[in-house]
Antibody, heavy 124, light 107 residues
Framework: EVQLVESGGGLVQPGGSLRLSCAAS????????MDWVRQAPGKGLEWVAR??????????EYATSVKGRFTISRDDSENSLYLQMNNLETEDTAVYYC???????????????WGQGTLVTVSS | DIQLTQSPSFLSASVGDRVTITCRAS??????LAWYQQKPGKAPKFLIY???TLQSGVPSRFSGSGSGTEFTLTISSLQPEDFATYYC?????????FGGGTKVEIK
């Protein structure tokens, strides 16, 4: 059974930093693209970042709103995904979901499993 | 960035109704579109990929169609467990984006 468990959320002041973690189990982590998706309170989903798999050299992609401030990384030996968030803004307040971009259709990798999320609150 | 506009943003329907949700892209995205269902306090669930292919285990009352810039999600006969918020997402190019969501509520 695929499981994704996020941790590391909490309260941080504007301009501060936070590192989120996602522990994955139930599948071969190194074979899969992995994503972070967030959802502000009462709002819709916003894709944040993607890490491609080992076969694609772990290259990364980012949403325009976080590029240059957030860094996605992974440790395949630990089956873990990370999101380093720097220079946080109040607009970054959201539940952050770890997700597996595991469903390949042609050349595209669709998100097929999600964790339960971790809440990040940016406030003074 | 490619913008996805869902309509309506909210709809009220009864059990047994046929429901259609539209997702329009700001530029052509071929068929690189997914649909997700989210219930309150829960993570989203993967329903449809490549615009029209049902993910394994998803009831056949759900269907998707479209290509280019206009897409639809249809529920042929709404069931009590279908009351939720639905999101489209494109995978045409980076950055990936989601539509704003359509909340389906009980009339």
């Amino acid at each position: 059974e695929v499981q994704l468990v996020e941790s590391g959320g909490g309260l941080v002041q504007p301009g501060g930093s936070l590192r989120l973690s996602c522990a994955a189990s139930g599948f071969t982590f190194s074979d899969h693209y992995m994503d972070w998706v967030r959802q502000a309170p009462g709002k819709g989903l916003e894709w944040v970042a993607r890490s491609r798999d080992k076969a694609h050299r772990y290259t990364t992609e980012y949403a325009t709103s976080v590029k240059g401030r957030f860094t996605i990384s992974r440790d395949d030996s630990e089956n873990s995904l990370y999101l380093q968030m720097n220079n946080l803004e109040t607009e970054d307040t959201a539940v952050y979901y770890c997700a597996r971009g595991g469903w390949r259709s042609g050349s595209r990798y669709y998100i097929d499993y999600w964790g339960q999320g971790t809440l990040v609150t940016v406030s003074s | 960035d490619i913008q996805l506009t869902q309509s309506p943003s909210f709809l009220s329907a009864s059990v047994g109704d046929r429901v259609t949700i539209t997702c329009r892209a700001s530029q052509g995205i071929s068929s690189y579109l997914a649909w997700y269902q989210q219930k309150p306090g829960k993570a989203p669930k993967f329903l449809i990929y490549a615009a029209s292919t049902l993910q394994s285990g998803v009831p056949s009352r759900f269907s998707g169609s479209g290509s280019g810039t206009e897409f639809t999600l249809t529920i042929s006969s709404l069931q009590p467990e279908d009351f939720a918020t639905y999101y489209c997402q494109h995978l045409n190019s980076y950055p990936l984006t989601f539509g704003g969501g359509t909340k389906v509520e009980i009339k």
